[in-house]
């Protein structure tokens, strides 16, 4: 049989013509006067064109990126083609070629998301005015709601205040002093900024009072000790809002907050409170203290004292004690006290969207509402309380006068016959072992997801909380921050189910 080899003179030509030009070049050699690939047939292009080495088209040459405005994917002039923003490297130098456009809104080079390489207003929230706005989804600064810290400038955002009639407004950074005890050596500045902050708590504290501005805590994993606030030796009359780092309360096992207290012989937190005083925390944790919190004021003055976002744990005595001060607590987690959740006295109170679990005492039930204090406990979860048997004190919730509990879960609390007293119930859950005849309560499981790591949101079409509490207006969010309601209605407990 006559064997035929493949490699001869015209195969060896053609393996030449690859190796000098490649595939590309062999194709365009072969190529018609119809060829439109101005790099094969640079003919194509006139004087005032230049071939683009990515379209393989003719395309308008340039001078200056003022001549870019035609095609918003590539306004600025790059080796005499408009091009992509995002094709020069250096950052400052995209956005001074995006400001000689001398186009509205289009001074800065996006390099991310789907307006990736355009000209427009932001590319993050850095490149906006310090007067509250946001970077939109469309990449230009608004003063719209903001959603998490990182949407501000200032590094504070306060879904507590509003902001064209939605919750959520980005504290402009002139109304706010930082502090941050970052590790080793701390060099002070004057306050005024995150780069420059104080180093210790009081300082911020005094500064911030005195030029009547909020306080933010910048350091996220940092002890800051016990905060006791009075003004000379005297009551505090003040008024300070503190922000801290977490947006959103931390889990069980979840220790990212900065925190407050580590001293078990005092408070974490100590408003010894004149009349007209009014302190905020939000975002903070507090670890280690006697009370986690804890506010007096004097015989007929008033003072307000705002828990919002905030973890209270380990607490020698009890988490929150207030003592003729108004409280208003919301998506606060206490848990871990020695001495009780919660009590109140003389006290008026607003208590929604908070978790009570956990907590043990000998000598106070796990929530304390005692003759004199009243007001709103609505939305939230008491479970998995002890206390020690005998001496009148009640794992879940003790009331001195007939207060009103409702939409709230009260359920695995331990240590007496019963976990409620003297409290009226109104759509409450409080499990099946729960004894006696209760009017307004809900005698079934709520069903949890994970409650042995404190995560005490609804099962999905399991739990019979889901669109049985009773809508209120003024409670806009559950206590990780998600929208109320969600479904056909509102959710009994802490958790609005997604």
Not at 69 to 82: A, Y
Not at 198 to 219: F, N, P, Q, S, Y
Not at 426 to 452: C, H, N, Q, W, Y
């Amino acid at each position: 049989m006559r064997t035929v080899s493949l490699i001869g003179p015209r195969w060896l030509l053609v393996a030449g013509l690859l190796g000098l030009g490649g595939c590309d070049s062999l194709w365009g050699s072969f190529r018609g006067p119809n060829d439109q690939n101005c790099l094969h047939n640079p003919a194509l292009c006139t004087e005032q064109q230049l071939c683009s080495p990515k379209t393989r088209q003719c395309e308008d040459k340039c001078m200056s990126s003022a001549e870019c405005t035609r095609d918003p994917s590539k306004p600025v002039c790059l080796n005499g083609l408009c091009q992509a923003c995002d094709e020069i490297a250096n950052k400052n130098e995209a956005d001074k070629q995006c400001q000689e456009r001398g186009v509205s809104g289009s001074n800065v080079c996006v390099r991310s998301g789907p307006n990736k390489g355009q000209c427009l207003g932001c590319d993050t929230v850095a490149d906006c005015r310090d007067d509250g706005s946001v970077c939109a989804p469309n990449n230009q600064c608004m003063l719209m709601p903001c959603a998490t810290h990182k949407d501000c400038r200032s590094g504070v955002c306060d879904p507590y205040q509003m902001v064209l009639g939605e919750p959520g407004r980005c504290v402009p950074q002139s109304e706010l002093i930082y502090v941050d005890n970052r590790d080793g050596p701390c060099t002070s500045g004057d306050g005024s900024s995150p780069q420059g902050a104080l180093c210790t708590l009081d300082e911020g504290v005094r500064k911030a009072v005195m030029m009547k501005r909020a306080l933010r805590v910048v350091g996220r994993e940092a002890s800051y000790g016990p905060l006791k606030l009075e003004t000379d030796g005297s009551r505090f009359t003040g008024q300070l809002v503190i922000y801290g780092p977490a947006g959103t309360p931390a889990l069980e096992g979840e220790r990212s907050q900065a925190r407050l207290g580590g001293n078990p012989n005092v408070p974490g937190v100590d408003l010894v409170a004149g009349g007209g005083a009014q302190l905020t925390l939000d975002g903070l944790a507090v670890h280690g203290a006697e009370r986690g919190a804890w506010c007096e004021v004097g015989g007929g003055q008033s003072a307000l004292l705002t828990l919002r976002r905030l973890v209270i744990r380990d607490a020698s005595f009890v988490g929150v004690e207030v003592s003729g001060c108004q409280l208003v607590m919301d998506r606060v987690m206490i848990t871990g006290s020695r001495g009780g959740g919660l009590r109140l006295l003389s006290s008026n109170y607003s208590i929604t969207n908070s978790i009570l679990f956990k907590n043990r005492s000998g000598t106070n039930s796990t929530v304390f509402i005692d003759n004199n204090s009243q007001g709103v406990f609505r939305f939230n979860t008491v479970v998995h309380n002890e206390v020690s048997e005998g001496g009148g004190r009640f794992s879940g919730i003790s009331c001195g006068n007939s207060q009103l509990i409702e939409d709230t879960i009260v359920v695995g609390n331990r240590g007496s016959p019963s976990q409620l007293s003297g409290c009226r119930l109104a759509r409450t859950v409080v499990g099946r072992m729960e004894p006696g005849d209760l009017e307004g309560a809900i005698k079934e499981d709520p069903s949890f997801e994970d409650p042995s790591r404190g995560d005490f949101q609804l099962k999905p079409d399991a739990s019979c909380c889901i669109d049985r509490a009773m809508a209120d207006p003024r409670v806009r969010t559950d206590y990780f921050g998600t929208r109320r309601p969600q479904r056909g209605g509102y959710d009994i407990g802490a958790h609005e189910l997604p």
